[in-house]
């Protein structure tokens, strides 16, 4: 081993021994938050590619060698996930980019989170009571504070819009149609699913059925076996799925969407949307509260009573309940999102026998000879808390 000269390895294990020290100390008084205080959760905004992380297809194992290969996170989403989660968003490089653009930006972050400080500087030079013993952190409010969640609950106004960015709620009280569904987003983001495989069944079989014999052919994908693959799966090619994305004129200007959906062929569960970017992920959550007998609801009265206010009708709180934001809303950006969402709602002939699907007695059966579905599983699991995630307990909207 090679020692460079006057270096003190005694001072060093002298210095560990000391660290483990007092690491021992702080664990026997009771972990880090019985000595410190969780002050101010700062997230620092690069001003030259924030935008530009908004349309990548970049995961982050494209940017960093050190990250482990079963990491799946994508750029876009740790962007927002930051951002939302922040008491103070410092927008750093302000020198390097326009004034509109740094405006831009700011409107952005405070969409994402309007309760959050914004702070602009020039190579990260600020004051630094902006960062330091503010006492802003709370975990309640880092869990309540996006500006999704803070849509839903109508505490800010969807009608405003600051430099260019919009945000609005839509709300529909019928089921998607899963087909369709699919066909509009396939084609504009990376759709990422939760995959479930039942135990002990091989999902890799390629050979033809009959003797079980191999046959080297099996093992050759020929190329319009990948065009189909490309078409089913968009996830497969995130770089065509971004230009086809933005050079759409209803998606191409959208930054951000959030909420949770209703698919015809999934009548006891809903479903949550979550988009950042190109990337957009779909996954099973809960059971409808209508479908949870009013003895396992909470005790607390003031909950009961934010439950039962998203009842409407005979399909109880089924809904559509999804948050926008992006640019362009007032240029007519809003209008076409929402035409494009009303269009995969089940038409009136559609919902008719949807109705009567739901009266059966067989009604997962009929339900899928009615519409195709080609989403991956929704598994149920227990109810219990019935939690949207980040906070967002259902039935908890203060409509």
Same mark, same amino acid.
């Given at each position: =081993? ?29 972990? /880090?938050?019985?000595?410190?205080? /969780? ?92 960062? /330091? ?13 996006? @500006?999704?969640?803070?849509? /839903? ?115 006891? =569960? ?6 950042? @970017? ?122």
């Amino acid at each position: =081993m090679h020692v460079a000269a006057g270096y003190d390895l005694d001072a060093e294990d002298q210095g560990d021994r000391e660290s483990n020290k007092k690491l021992a100390e702080i664990l026997k008084a009771g972990g /880090l938050s019985k000595v410190a205080r /969780l002050d101010t959760c700062v997230t620092l905004v690069d001003a030259v590619n924030f935008m530009q992380d908004f349309a990548t297809a970049d995961f982050l194992v494209d940017r960093q060698t050190d990250v482990p290969q079963e990491d799946d996170r994508n750029i876009s989403d740790l962007q927002v996930d930051q951002v939302e989660f922040a008491d103070v968003v410092v927008v750093n490089k302000c020198d390097l980019v326009s004034k509109d653009e740094v405006n831009r930006i700011k409107g952005v972050v405070k969409k994402l989170n309007p309760s959050a400080k914004v702070v602009g500087t020039v190579k990260s030079r600020l004051d630094l009571a902006e960062i /330091l013993d503010t006492q802003l952190f709370s975990y309640e409010k880092a869990a309540l504070s996006a @500006g999704w969640l803070k849509s /839903l609950n109508e505490e800010i106004n969807p009608e405003t819009e600051e430099y260019g960015i919009g945000t609005f709620v839509y709300r529909a009280r019928r089921p998607f149609h899963p087909a369709r569904l699919w066909d509009m987003i396939k084609n504009v983001f990376v759709v990422i699913q939760t995959e479930y495989q039942i135990e002990g069944e091989d999902m890799d079989v390629d050979q033809d059925e009959g003797d079980g014999s191999e046959d080297s052919d099996d093992d050759v994908i020929d190329e319009a076996d990948d065009d189909t693959d490309m078409e089913d799966q968009p996830q497969l090619d995130p770089k065509a799925r971004l230009a086809s994305k933005m050079a759409d004129e209803t998606f191409g200007p959208l930054l951000r969407s959030k909420g949770f959906l209703w698919l015809a062929t999934r009548p006891r =569960m809903y479903g949550e949307w979550s988009q950042a @970017g190109v990337m957009l992920t779909i996954s099973g959550q809960d059971l409808w509260r209508c479908e949870i007998p009013e003895d396992e609801w909470p005790a607390d009265p003031e909950t009961r009573k934010a439950i039962t206010r998203d009842f409407d009708g005979k399909w109880g709180d089924r809904r559509q309940e999804l948050v926008f934001i992006g640019q362009q809303m007032r240029k007519g950006g809003e209008e076409r999102l929402r035409k494009a969402l009303d269009a995969c709602l089940l038409n009136d002939d559609e919902f008719r026998e949807w109705e009567a699907a739901m009266e059966s007695n067989d009604v997962q059966e009929r339900l899928d000879d009615l519409f195709e579905d080609g989403f991956e599983d929704w598994v149920e699991t227990s109810h219990e808390g019935h939690d949207h995630g980040d906070g967002h307990a259902h039935g908890d909207y203060k409509h």
